[in-house]
């Protein structure tokens, strides 16, 4: 089984992307590449679905317990078969070529990072609390403890729900713009909202990431993605993958 993903470039020597709602195995609500073990859904559909994911990245997913923190895992080694997850957190990073690393999300911001000079790689999973809890901060700071260079780091912002989308109380959005200004903004409605993907920018821009691309699609909108907005709190998640290529095979 394959099924649809979408490229995202962070350089030479690492391949990455984004996978959708399309071509897996599981049955509605959760049609149909879902990828959360957590959800609900029939977990052989959810393992031949992330086989399928697996298949495209070229190795074994680590996958996190995502609890909305900052807590970032170090992966040092290869996934077992089987594990559905290699602990709680919201950020992964490595520097093996043998495993990739997969973030999984149904509104909230997926983040690639890398910096293919010094062969690190690194996911988070920036919603709302994340962002503001620094989750953003914390995996580009494991990244420069392995080697990498904030001047020298790539990062991608995939699918998400955007500002325009994204209505929260007043009060809420004043909480996030008093750690992330750059995040407050206005839905299409003219409600108060939240801007996940300036939020990302920001953050990175000023832990000095520069080269920060978004795939600005918005999940809300978008029914060939998972969105726990739209659908309510029983779908599924896609997810944000990226692995180091052996540098034999670049």
């Known amino acids: 089984m394959t099924f649809p993903v979408t490229t995202a470039d962070l350089g030479p020597g690492v391949r990455a992307g984004f996978t959708t709602r399309a071509g897996g195995m599981s049955v509605a609500p959760w049609d149909t590449a879902n990828l959360g073990a957590h959800v609900g859904d029939d977990l ?5 679905n992330r086989a399928a994911a697996e298949a495209w990245v070229g190795a074994p997913v680590a996958y996190a317990s995502q609890v909305h923190g900052v807590q970032v895992l170090h992966v040092t080694e290869p996934v077992p078969p089987g594990t559905w997850t290699v602990g709680e957190g919201d950020a992964l990073v490595t520097t093996r070529d043998d495993v990739a690393l997969g973030v999984l999300v149904a509104d909230c911001a997926p983040v690639l990072l890398a910096d293919p000079g010094a062969r690190v790689v690194a996911v988070a999973h920036a919603g709302r609390a994340g962002l503001v809890a620094g989750v953003v901060q914390a995996v580009v700071g494991a990244m420069a403890d392995l080697g990498a260079r904030t001047d020298q780091v790539v990062a ?5 729900i955007a500002g325009c989308s994204y209505e929260v109380p007043g009060s809420l959005r004043d909480e996030v713009a008093a750690t ?4 407050a903004t206005s839905t299409r409605w003219g ?5 996940l993907v300036a939020g990302v920018r920001q953050v990175l821009a000023d832990l000095g990431v520069t080269r920060v691309e978004a795939v600005g699609t918005d999940t809300y909108d978008a029914l060939s993605l998972f969105s726990y907005r739209r659908d309510g709190p029983v779908t599924g998640r896609f997810g944000g993958l990226v692995r180091l290529v052996p540098p034999e095979a670049v």
Do not use: K, S
């Open 44 to 48: 052989v559909a959810v393992g031949a």
């Open 191 to 195: 409600t108060p909202g939240v801007d």
């Open 180 to 183: 992330v200004p750059g995040a």
């Open 156 to 160: 991608v912002v995939g699918p998400c």
